[in-house]
């Protein structure tokens, strides 16, 4: 028996076809899914999901975090497009205010509740006075509206790093694929952080049964 039986046969010439056909993809350096060889040579190696491409594009705006996630870089959901009144320098920084009223007309729906009793911050703890197209904190320091967790984590170091490592908070589109989580502010109003209290809705038996 020295001839190849025919099924044998054309599963080699299928599979050099399929090798063939992979080693061509990498070399014109096709973008997308991993080749066949690329999977086996990759499938004893650690798991990294930044291999793995993302499942869903989002359509929201996200910025590059200043802060690191297991020593990588990674993403957050940007605010100054959320904010309504942005660029708050359309009105202030060294503009005089002509009429009575104007921080109530203006501002009124910012209702504050954020501190401990009567120990409430005020609005020049968070923004800044001199430009206030910036967040401050305590040091001076101006910070970005997109980067609000960096003010945030100034108090809220806890939660801060717990949402760093992403036990608090939400990871947008999945699990693979690039890192983005929201904003702090994506979930807490920062005037107002406490979420209301919810009750379980419950059920009782209409009275006739
Ligand atoms: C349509 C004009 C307008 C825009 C836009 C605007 N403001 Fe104001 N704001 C005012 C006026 C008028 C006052 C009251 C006079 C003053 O303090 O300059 C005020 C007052 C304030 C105060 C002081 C409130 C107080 O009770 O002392 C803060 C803080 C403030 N604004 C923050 C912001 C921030 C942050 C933005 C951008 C997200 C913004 N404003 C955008 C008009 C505006
Ligand atoms: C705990 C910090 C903090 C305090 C205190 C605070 N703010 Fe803010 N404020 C923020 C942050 C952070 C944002 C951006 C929110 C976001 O990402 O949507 C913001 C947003 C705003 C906006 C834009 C909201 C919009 O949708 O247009 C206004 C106006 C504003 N603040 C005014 C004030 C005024 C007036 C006070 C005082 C009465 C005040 N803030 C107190 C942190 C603070
Ligand atoms: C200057 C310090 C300071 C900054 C900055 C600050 N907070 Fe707070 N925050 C407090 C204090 C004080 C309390 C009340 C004590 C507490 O509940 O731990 C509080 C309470 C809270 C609570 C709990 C509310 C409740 O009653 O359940 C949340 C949520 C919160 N802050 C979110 C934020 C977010 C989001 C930001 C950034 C936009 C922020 N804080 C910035 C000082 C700060
Ligand atoms: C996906 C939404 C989400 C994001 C993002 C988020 N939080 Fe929270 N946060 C929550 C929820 C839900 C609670 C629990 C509220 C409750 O128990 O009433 C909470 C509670 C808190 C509390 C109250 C104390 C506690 O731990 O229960 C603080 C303070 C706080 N968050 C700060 C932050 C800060 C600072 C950031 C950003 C670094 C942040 N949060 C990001 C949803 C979020």
């Known amino acids: 028996m020295n001839k190849i039986p025919y099924g ?12 063939l056909v ?3 993809a990498v070399a014109s350096g ?14 004893t190696e650690p798991y990294d999901s930044m291999r793995v491409s993302t499942a869903y594009e989002l359509s929201v705006k ?3 975090s200043k802060e690191q996630y297991q020593g990588g870089d990674f993403k957050v959901l940007a605010r100054k497009d959320q ?12 503009k005089p205010v002509l009429i009575q009223n104007g921080a109530l007309f203006t501002h009124g729906d910012v ?5 401990l009793g009567n120990n409430q911050l005020t609005c020049n703890e968070c923004h800044s006075m001199g430009n206030r197209d910036f967040l401050v904190d305590k040091e001076g320091q101006k910070i970005d509206f997109d980067h609000s967790y960096q003010l945030c984590g100034k108090c809220h170091f806890r939660q801060k790093r717990d949402w760093l490592g992403g036990a608090h908070g939400k990871r947008e589109a999945y699990w693979a694929g690039e890192r983005v989580v929201r904003n702090c502010t994506s979930c807490h109003n920062p005037h107002s952080p406490a979420f209301a209290t919810k009750m379980p809705a419950t059920y009782s038996l209409p009275l006739d049964e």
């Open 62 to 64: 996200t910025v590059q």
């Open 22 to 24: 992979d080693q061509s």
């Open 83 to 94: 904010i309504s009144r942005f660029r708050c320098s359309v009105c202030h920084n060294d």
């Open 111 to 115: 209702k504050l509740n954020h501190g």
């Open 8 to 19: 044998v046969g054309v599963f080699f010439v299928a599979l050099a076809a399929v090798v």
């Open 30 to 43: 096709a973008a997308g899914a991993e080749s066949v060889t690329d999977r086996i040579n990759h499938a």
